[in-house]
């Protein structure tokens, strides 16, 4: 079992950044895939970025937020984060954590999930 605690949401100006953290219990930490998916309201939850959970670290991010956000892993405190900076309008949603066996883009491939963090841009 694993468990999933996010925080680093809040409000802020069009523009600026935030960074959203994601600490993970269990023991498979390091091994695991790792994802930041976002849902704003009316909307399908859609994947931000994902790390996986290999030494190469391999990432992928959604086209909306290339050269925006960064998405890393620190394996020693059991933690992923996700720095977004020039954050816009549409960035404004609830954004979840998710680890899963391997990288993916769907919500299906990821077993475990956080509660979710609000980050809300103004403008």
């Known amino acids: 079992q694993v468990q999933l605690v996010e925080s680093g949401g809040g409000l802020v100006q069009a523009g600026g950044s935030l960074r959203l953290s994601c600490v993970a219990s269990?023991?498979?930490?390091?091994?695991?895939?790792m994802g930041w998916f976002r849902q704003a309201p009316g909307k399908e939850r859609e994947i931000v970025a994902a790390?996986?959970?290999?030494?190469?670290?391999?990432?992928y991010y959604t086209t909306s937020v290339k050269g925006r956000f960064t998405i890393s892993k620190d394996n020693a405190k059991n933690t992923v984060y996700l720095q977004m900076n020039s954050l816009g309008l549409e960035d404004t949603a609830v954004y979840y954590c998710?680890?899963?066996?391997?990288?993916?883009?769907?919500?299906?491939?990821?077993?475990?999930w956080g509660q979710g963090t609000q980050v809300t841009v103004s403008s």
């Open positions: 998710a680890a899963g066996r391997v990288l993916g883009t769907k919500s299906e491939t990821y077993d475990y």
């Open positions: 269990g023991r498979t930490f390091s091994s695991s895939a």
């Open positions: 790390i996986s959970g290999s030494g190469l670290s391999t990432t």
